[in-house]
């Protein structure tokens, strides 16, 4: 891994536009002040962990080698969770060990994680309710500066891991669901494009939400005229209900959690 | 033009604070990790292309020269629709010819515009859904790296257009309308201050919208007591409505598309 | 104070994502095209100085020493009201003498104040409405650059100072109020950890938020099950009351201004 990149990514769930997250750069740029700092999003819904592995899975792969992503989604601050530092893939990560790195570490397993538990690159006093801006940013920024991660702490062998619903495959026949909504209001599921590998995309393939359903499996959002609900493999990779020019997810009723079948 | 800068904009429909955005960032720096990337906005509303022209045509010109431009409100994204990149004034843009830069061509001509055709430079393999991330945003970071744009693909002679409404202008008369509505709720028109330039402002003159109206144009949003409504030049050199310490578009029930007279 | 910093952070009432703050960073880079521009806020409500004043106080003082922050909260904008370059610890900070800078000024008196009053320094034509474009932005991308404070306008003895509540302190009581509300719903009072100092923490004090109580100060926010009301302090050193896992504001029906009391 190529670790001179002095990009920090910020992803977490403290609210489009909080003052908390220019707290995290101030305490970046007081450690490193050539540090560059990148909002991924913090709309996360609060203390939604889940919600937090699957956008760090979705994103963070495609920055440059190196870069540090740092993710406050830490319902447990201040109590005895650990924070860790890891690497996965070509990228690196600070955050709460507390199930975040889940969806990246399933793809591609951790080729180091230290436990992020020397106070020395920490910022004191430590609150016991804002690690995001005492540990980790300042432990980020010490790391974009060249540290070695072998100085944060001792390391661990494995990180907490948390499941999520996958999709059921049979034959002639899959079962997902609604894993997010993105602000289109296009129904992301959790059927991904290999798991339809041999599904045909002509009309005698079904697609079924809730009371609603639609054939065949499209290319684009143009494919058909406005307001029909089309399914087709969205941006990540994954099956979505898009509504052509408008939101799926208001006329349709559906949100995360609802279930998608395909049937053929 | 001088073409030294590292600037890159983006003004999506996307939303605020959405991961797309991080996506876009990820895919520019992951080709020039020296450039610079700053937001214009994310709240075009969904596939709102006549706003998302607004938007640029009054931010975009204000930015050091060579600044590259990349807008993605892109309805026909994966279809035939082209994109393209092009020279107006001093700034340069990359986005759909869908008529994003009407409004900037309208003011400006063009000096140069070339088709985005040449796959060379786009991220592979290209998504049907996403080419803000695949195609437009690798393009402006090998844009921002120097790359001389007859290598992106065949010269053009012209963009799309769209039209959009203009303010009728009659002896002691000139009719327009809402144009947008900004975070204040004040309500800016379509008519400009050259327009306005034989118009006395002194209370003879009568400006009407729906069923309220005002007298006078104002200089200052502080120019008249709280909860008065007052018209006047804003920052963009527009009339707008506001309503002095609270919102004109609340209180009025007026917004984008709302007849403004005056009547002098 | 060491001046050699190109950082400057924006703090606003323009709302989340405006294309009025693209407008200012335009206007930056335009003097000043190495500038790092960093957004602390674009979400205090329109025109609410006393809340501006209260974020920077809070979020500013953590920056690298000279870093500049740019205030434009400005009801008064275009009229006779002043536009200040005040030094505070060892910060620097550009915005309209109206009060924003009370809060900072009171913890730590102002160490050089000028009048912003140098039209050289601005961008031309200024607007009657948006000064934190015309005047304000280029002149702290003038600072950034090195202008010396003195070129901007004549030495000022004071800054325009406003009240803001106070937690009363008398023996076995304590009486104070909610300053703000952040966006997990927890509401941070005006009563500091310095005034809490005397408090036991044990379940013997009693804290009081209209018709809801809860007792003793806790640490973390996961010291008690999830939907128990409790308080403790939190990051930025005062006393908050939060509710374990989900919105303290939406569940009591509390916000900026209810009182808060503490009995032991």
Chains 1, 2, 3 share one sequence.
């Not at 560059?36 to 937090?52: C, F, K, L, Y």
């Not at 991660?149 to 001792?154: A, F, N, R, S, T």
Request: some cysteine; charged content about 15%.
């Amino acid at each position: 891994m190529q670790f001179a990149n002095s990009l920090i990514t910020l992803t977490t769930d403290f609210g489009c536009d909080s003052p908390y997250v220019a707290s995290m750069k101030a305490a970046i740029f007081a450690v490193h002040d050539e540090a560059r700092v990148i909002d991924v999003t913090h709309s996360i819904p609060p203390q939604d962990i889940a919600r937090g592995a699957l956008v760090l899975a979705e994103v963070t792969p495609q920055f440059p080698p190196g870069t540090l992503h740092v993710a406050v989604i830490d319902p447990g601050v201040g109590t005895a969770r650990a924070i860790v530092y890891a690497e996965i893939g070509r990228q690196r990560y600070v955050c709460p060990d507390n199930g975040l790195l889940s969806r990246l570490a399933a793809k591609n397993e951790p080729t180091r994680i230290r436990a992020v538990a020397n106070p020395t690159y920490w910022h004191h006093p430590v609150s016991a309710t804002f690690h995001g801006r005492d540990v980790m940013a300042p432990v980020a920024a010490h790391l974009s500066r060249g540290l070695a991660p072998e100085h944060l702490g001792p390391a661990q062998s494995d990180l907490v891991r948390i499941a999520w619903p996958e999709a059921h495959i049979l034959p002639g026949n899959i079962v997902g669901e609604v894993e997010s909504v993105d602000s289109f209001g296009n129904l992301v599921t959790n059927i991904s494009a290999e798991q339809l590998a041999g599904v045909p995309t002509e009309e005698t393939t079904r697609i079924v939400c809730g009371e609603h359903e639609t054939f065949g499996i499209f290319r684009t959002y143009d494919d058909q005229p406005a307001m029909t609900l089309i399914a087709l493999i969205g941006s990540s990779g994954k099956l979505e209900l898009a509504l052509v020019g408008d939101s799926a997810a208001a006329m349709l009723g559906e949100g995360v959690g609802s279930e998608v079948s395909i049937v053929w």
